[in-house]
């Protein structure tokens, strides 16, 4: 029996082999640098995940320093749990391209009970398959410690159809770390924070509670310093824009409006009133400054006092919107001395209708801006 074994072993090894000769040429180094047991062992394991898993060579080699097969028993057995489980053969690939080390659990006993505690949650086996085939992660998380304690943190804050919404667009909640979570939302609570602006930040943004506890404490008082109220959402907005960026790309933003003209102070009214302000690129912020300050002429001090200008998009509204005013201008419609943020972000319709249909020029003018909009789209 024990020969019959060894022999159907080495049948399988050999069987992989023979599928992509090519990888008996690139697996030759691996005998000479390891024991010839576990030579075969991770030749064997490195052939298994190019010919079954669809690995490059390179990724195959990278991950056999992770997972280690004798036989093709156990993978195979992982492979077909997925499928019998509605996994399609496209998403059991891409799952275990992501985190190979999931072919070495056991199905029945380790990954089963997470998958029924997701659809016990009321999601369907579709969307179970798409969450992990996106997120495989999920199924290291250890279920009384990590999934079910997470799940029912977010039941005080939503209900279940809005937890599997979460679940389906953001499968990244499954990993927070209870503990950490329940006391950053305290300490949002105790510093005035409605509920409903922290159920802003965990449905929108779940990553900023993945901080550290000590690192959050900072980016609260850096916030509260500001002078930012609690109570509006651009408080929880702000703790967002600085946890997306680390200390040196806020200096590098700062160096950005400084160049302008803009000092600390109005940097910084212009993030309490506009968070998003820091967080565009220096790219963007360049160009929105130059259409303003060199093409239109405007004082980058009104920019700062209006910050939502620079979040528009300069090719579908600053720019068209820029050479209407600059039209009006040039044709004494419209004195040069002209400031106005409702040019900008007042909606299509009233747009027209203020400062485009009630001129006699409106047909030259429309066409002006219908031109600009589709040269720049």
């Not at 190019?50 to 195959?60: D, E, I, M, Q």
């Not at 072919?103 to 659809?119: H, Q």
Request: hydrophobic share 40%; glycine share 2%.
């Amino acid at each position: 029996m024990l020969g019959s074994a060894v022999r159907a072993s080495t049948n399988h090894r050999q069987h992989y082999f023979l599928e992509n000769p090519s990888l008996l040429s690139s697996l030759r180094h691996i005998s000479s640098s390891k024991s010839n047991g576990n030579a075969n062992q991770h030749s064997f394991t490195v052939s298994y995940l190019v010919n079954k898993c669809g690995f490059s060579l390179k990724s195959a080699l990278e991950a056999s320093k992770r997972v280690h097969y004798e036989t093709p028993h156990k993978p195979d057995s992982l492979l077909s749990f997925f499928k019998d489980h509605g996994f399609s053969e496209n998403q059991t690939l891409k799952l275990t391209r992501k985190c190979p080390e999931l072919l070495l659990y056991n199905p029945d006993k380790t990954l089963l009970p997470k998958l029924e505690f997701l659809y016990s949650k009321g999601v369907s086996t579709a969307d179970v398959a798409k969450i992990i085939s996106f997120y495989p992660w999920i199924l290291r998380c250890s279920l009384e410690n990590q999934l079910v304690p997470t799940f029912d943190f977010l039941k005080n804050w939503f209900p279940n159809d809005t937890i599997v919404q979460l679940f389906k667009s953001t499968p990244l909640v499954l990993q927070l770390n209870p503990v950490t979570v329940k006391y950053i939302s305290q300490i949002l609570r105790d510093n005035g924070v409605p509920d409903k602006n922290i159920v802003m930040l965990v449905r929108s943004h779940p990553k900023t509670l993945l901080l550290s506890p000590k690192k959050f404490n900072m980016v609260l008082c850096k916030v509260r310093k500001m002078g930012l109220d609690p109570c509006k959402t651009q408080f929880v907005v702000a703790i967002l824009a600085l946890t997306s960026m680390s200390r040196s790309t806020w200096e590098k933003k700062l160096d950005v409006y400084r160049r302008w003209g803009l000092s600390h102070e109005e940097i910084l009214s212009a993030f309490a009133k506009s968070p998003w302000f820091m967080t565009l690129s220096e790219e963007k912020v360049v160009a929105v400054m130059d259409l303003f300050v060199n093409k239109l002429g405007w004082e980058s001090s009104f920019i700062a006092k209006n910050p939502t200008l620079v979040s528009y998009s300069l090719e579908k509204r600053l720019t068209p919107r820029a050479s209407v005013l600059q039209f009006l201008v040039s044709q004494g419609l419209i004195k040069k001395s002209f400031r106005s943020t409702t040019f900008f972000i007042a909606s299509e319709n009233k747009f027209l209708q203020q400062f485009i249909n009630q001129r006699a020029e409106s047909t030259q003018i429309l066409k002006l801006y219908q031109e600009k909009l589709n040269l720049l789209r």
